[in-house]
């Protein structure tokens, strides 16, 4: 049973019973409801919540992945109802707020969930120049991460990422995925990223931790089949960049040494090293990487988790610089994790220009 499981397994019963008085206070808004209606109502989102989970772990459908979404969304909206909410009681305990200001408060969440679906569903392009002293000649890397192919985004992300890179060929020289091309919400076939083997540049990709949910080997052996470079614990050369692929779970795993890091070095190259999340970037800058290719903070994803992200990593998203001039670049992420939602961050890939000084 893989981590992701345990955790969903864990977090429905009080999943359930947030629901229950979520939705109680939401309709005592509107008149209240009978609590036995609130309990069936809270139990089936519950059951909605976790079972999908079980059918898309040996194939996937259509209907668990529709209901997967479904769930997804709901639980974003769940917590826009709860601010939402938080917001009416704190208010309505100064002053008395008519209905028809409740109806709109309450009618935010939907329109923003419009918002918020077409966001994450919506893959952009940003640019970005990195400068170098002792770069030969200019390189462009396509760097995304965080495709979350599973049951919420299923082969839709995979074709999107796909044709997206091809209209990059004549821009970029290299694609870089930082860690979870998979999400583990459901089985990995060996078909399944295909649609990249068309892509006409190098692509590079180094495991995360969602990528050992449904099977590490599952994920590596779709990956190789559709012509992607994977880099475990490896090194790759490319023109005058040398990328290093540092793989990261949570699981107790076999990991190189800073010996192991710093023999890996190419004095006459770029080095780079592709690591999934955005930490040890100091320790890895002081071995001589001159940039860090990391992901899986999402950014937050959406407001108001964008807040809570900026707290827990100290590089959340975007591009840093430090006192020796290496850089380390933390994208957003391409698909997003549970919940097909965005707001305040953006589904990217970025481009990085690394050019001389």
Known sequence: MSFRTRRVIFITPFYTLFEFFLLKYILLLLGGVWDGYLLISA????????????????????????LSTVDGVWMWASVMFLIDILVIYLIGSFVEIPHVIVLILLA????????NYYKAHK???????????????????????DIHFGSVRHKGIIRDVALKLKELEGVCDIAVISGDLADGSSVVEEDDFMALADVQMPILFTPGNHDFY??????IRAAKKAGIIVLDNDSFEFKNLNIYGLTFSFDDIEMPSAEDLKSSLNPDKINIINYHPPSYWPEFSSLGFDL???GHSHGGQFYPAVWFANRVFEYNMGLFRDKLGNYIHVTTGVGSMDTPMRWGTDSEIVVLKLEKS
């Open 214 to 219: 449904p099977g590490i080997d599952n994920v």
């Open 123 to 145: 893959l952009v392009v940003h640019e970005k120049t990195l400068t170098f002293d002792n770069i030969e000649s200019e390189i462009a890397i396509a760097h995304l991460s």
């Open 43 to 66: 139990v089936l989102i519950g059951i909605l919540h976790v079972s999908p989970m079980f059918f898309e772990a040996k194939k996937s459908r259509r209907i668990t992945r529709f």
């Open 108 to 115: 935010v969440v939907p329109v923003l969930g419009v918002y």
């Open 292 to 294: 860090q290719l990391s």
